[in-house]
């Protein structure tokens, strides 16, 4: 189970193109790299997920290095809505016996 | 629409007590499942992970005895808080994992143990 690093806060102006980044240097091979927020007192939202190329929905886009060392969250005109603690994950689904552990997340605040 | 439903999303219960917690996954079967539990202004701790029909893999510091986890289905696992006390007053969320890249958090079960 790769370890992530993200700083711990962030700021954003609304309808700014908001950046999150994230590091998973330890991240396998086969695991892909998970993004979820979390508004307070509500479960983890899933945002978009990616192995090796960059991946678009209609929340974001994800942005993998071609290493895999590093990844970039991007939120193209993040909104007061946006405001959260923001989490990357690695995690393989096939794995067996997979402790699927969270990092402390970014908190992004997204101002007026 | 949700994917995974924590039941219920709140609970108080007395000292002493026990607490089930449902967590089930609607739209696809769960291979694996993972419980956490969250403490005001921190992350999601890992508490265990279950597959379905074998027993719970529990992280260090988790009693096995006093979070029953039982994983009997593809579409439901449930977590027991035993003699429940009020150090055990947290947020727990589920998480469900269908093996093939799918991968849902309930929205989570806020427990008070007065």
């Known amino acids: 189970d790769a370890k992530t690093t993200q700083p711990p806060s962030m700021d954003c102006a609304e309808g700014r193109a908001a950046n999150l980044p994230c590091n998973h240097s330890?991240?396998?091979?086969?695991?892909?790299v998970y993004w979820y927020r979390q508004i307070h007192s509500q479960g983890p939202q899933y945002i978009i997920h990616?192995?090796?190329n960059n991946e678009t929905n209609e929340m974001a886009s994800l942005i993998i290095t071609e290493d895999r060392k590093s990844s970039t969250l991007i939120l193209p005109h993040a909104t007061l809505r946006d405001t959260a603690v923001y989490y990357c994950?690695?995690?393989?689904?096939?794995?067996?016996?997979?402790?699927?552990?969270f990092g402390k997340g970014t908190l992004l605040t997204v101002n007026p | 629409g949700a994917v995974v439903s924590q039941h219920p999303s709140r609970v108080i219960c007395k000292s002493g007590t026990s607490v089930k917690i449902e967590c089930r996954s609607l739209?696809?079967?769960?291979?694996?499942m993972f419980w956490y539990r969250q403490f005001p202004k921190q992350s999601l701790m890992l508490m265990a992970t279950?597959?379905?029909?074998?027993?719970?893999?529990?992280e260090q510091g988790v009693e096995k005895d006093k979070f029953l986890i039982n994983h009997a289905s593809l579409t439901l696992s449930t977590l027991t808080v035993t003699s429940a006390h009020p150090e055990d007053s947290s947020f727990y969320i589920c998480?469900?994992?269908?093996?093939?890249?799918?991968?849902?958090f309930g929205e989570g079960s806020r427990l008070t143990v007065l």
């Open positions: 998480s469900a994992s269908s093996g093939i890249g799918e991968l849902f």
């Open positions: 330890t991240i396998s091979g086969n695991e892909y």
């Open positions: 990616g192995l090796k």
């Open positions: 994950i690695g995690y393989n689904s096939g794995g067996s016996n997979y402790k699927l552990t």
């Open positions: 739209d696809f079967q769960a291979t694996t």
């Open positions: 279950s597959n379905e029909g074998s027993k719970a893999t529990y």
